[in-house]
């Protein structure tokens, strides 16, 4: 039930949660009008937050390069510069060529990190770091900031990325960026990062299971603490990072202030025009059953902080945000443009197995898992 760090890419009344999620701030009240146009360098720059990155920058008036593998999403930006190449082994056609600021989305090797980091060491004014929350040893202590304990491994040699590695070996990378550029170095560590064009589906499954409507399972309590950043807030905050030429370390998540699971799932319900209804199931109970669901943790124990990372500092450098409302429909827009195929198996979602199986399912198949598990709760709770 508890997430695996590699997914850690983290009250009040439920009316003032629910007022809460008009944030104050929003992206759009930023102003639009670059500094002075740069060239970007993007290492990546076609999965989830790249291809919001990009064109945000081009919002801006900025000069974008990618460089990557090509295999991925290769229709889009048909209008910008295209390297190709691979981390490991192949990084010349990044030679010889100047940029402003190099953001650096697909670095998850310390040793592919520094290669790429040595090469552009004189060539670009800044190296941005995208990294995570999973940098951190542990998710114990509510309210953490940039200043906490890192994660570490036995074998700093090791460099396959698995849910025990993953965050460890973000932490080495991250050294290896502030090794070679110093105060030029800028790193971001975001937790969930959600919105249009998330292939995992861990967040997205709830907005999709709200507007199913019914009865809708949700772990824990109402006043559970849950976080997300939209990728067009992430991104954009990171464009004009890089146009301030602001260094330092950060913690890339939201909203703005404390929301609830029960704030969002309402939102979500008035977003979506759903009659959906909310049955909260104990954390005990759910481990008892074998039921999990996505970014939801229990807010005790060793989870207690994981939805409660502070974002104090990334704020007062600039980080807005946009209403959770317009995430959500912009969510469920795009998740309705998805063809048959890709809406028919959610990567992500209620898991209760042999009920649910792990891996992509449908949605019938969930909420019928619900169903089984609901009734179990009501014979448990009389």
Not at 23 to 52: N, Y
Not at 167 to 196: D, H
Not at 220 to 237: C, E, N, S
Request: net charge negative; glycine share 12%.
């Amino acid at each position: 039930m508890t997430p695996t760090r590699r997914e850690f890419l983290k009250t009040g009344a439920a009316a003032a949660g629910v007022l809460g999620l008009g944030l104050s701030g929003c992206a759009s009240d930023v102003e639009e009008e670059a500094v002075r146009p740069l060239s970007i360098l993007i290492l990546g720059g076609t999965g989830f937050i790249g291809p919001h990155m990009v064109r945000y920058a081009q919002s801006r008036g900025h000069t974008i390069t990618l460089f990557n593998r090509g295999r991925t999403n290769t229709h889009l930006f048909p209008d910008i510069e295209k390297l190709k190449g691979d981390r490991d082994g192949d990084l010349a056609a990044l030679e010889g060529r100047t940029w402003d600021v190099v953001i650096d989305n697909s670095g998850f090797v310390p040793r592919l990190v520094r290669d790429s980091a040595e090469l552009l060491h004189g060539s670009v004014g800044r190296y941005i770091y995208v990294s995570s929350v999973s940098a951190y040893a542990d998710f114990v202590t509510p309210g953490f900031d940039e200043d906490y304990t890192l994660g570490t491994m036995e074998d700093n040699t090791v460099e396959e990325v698995t849910g025990a590695t993953y965050g460890p070996l973000k932490v080495l990378c991250e050294q290896v960026v502030q090794e070679v550029y110093g105060a030029a170095a800028t790193i971001v560590r975001p937790g969930y990062i959600v919105g249009p064009g998330d292939s995992s589906d861990r967040w997205t499954y709830w907005p999709v299971r709200v507007a199913e409507g019914g009865e809708v399972a949700v772990p824990g309590t109402p006043a559970d603490p849950v976080q997300f950043i939209d990728a067009r807030d992430l991104t954009g905050w990171m464009i004009r990072l890089a146009e301030g030429d602001v260094g330092g370390v950060y913690n890339g998540v939201g909203p703005e202030h404390l929301l609830t699971m029960e704030a969002m799932l309402a939102v979500a319900r008035d977003t979506a025009g759903s009659d959906a209804t909310f049955t909260w199931i104990d954390a005990d109970f759910l481990s008892d059953q074998s039921a999990s669901f996505p970014i939801w943790s229990p807010a005790t124990g060793e989870t207690a902080g994981l939805h409660q990372t502070s974002g104090a500092r990334a704020q007062g450098a600039g980080l807005t945000y946009r209403p959770a409302a317009e995430t959500i429909r912009d969510t469920l827009a795009w998740w309705r443009e998805q063809d048959d195929e890709r809406r028919s198996q959610m990567r992500a979602g209620f898991r209760m197995p042999p009920d649910v199986p792990f891996g992509p399912t449908a949605m019938d198949a969930m909420m019928a898992g619900e169903v089984t598990l609901l009734e179990r709760w009501r014979a448990r709770t009389g």
